[in-house]
C-alpha cells in the first residue's frame, strides 16, 4: 500500500466543507456554540401561551408533551431572538453570553 502525503491530496479529494449532505441530521451536531446572545425564560412572567414555540427557526424552545413551556435547548439555539419578540408577556429575555 502506497503512503499517501500531504501533497498528493487535491482538493477535488477533500470532503466538501460547511455542506449538510443528509436532512434531518441537525440534531446530531450541537450548532449553538457560535450564539453571542442567549434567550432567558422568566418563568412567573410565562402564561404557558406556546406562541413562542412555532416562532424558533431551530426548534430550541423545549415543550413537554403537554405543552408546557420548560426553558430552550441551547445546543442548538442560534441566538436569534425571535422569540423573545414573539412573546406577548415578555417572558423571555435576551442577555450577552457569559
Ligand atoms: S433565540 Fe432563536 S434559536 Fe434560540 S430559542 Fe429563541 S427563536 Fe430559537
Ligand atoms: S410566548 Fe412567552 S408566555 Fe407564551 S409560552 Fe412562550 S415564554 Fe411563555
Redesign the pocket.
Known sequence: MSKIVANDVKWRDISPGGIICDAGNAALFKTGDW?SI??RWIEEKCKQCSL?YP????S??IMTEEALMRG??YD?????????KACPFGA?E?EEEA
Open positions: 450564539r442567549r434567550p413562542c416562532t424558533c427557526p431551530d430550541s424552545i430552550f435547548d442548538h439555539c442560534k441566538g436569534c431572538g425571535v422569540c423573545a423571555i435576551m
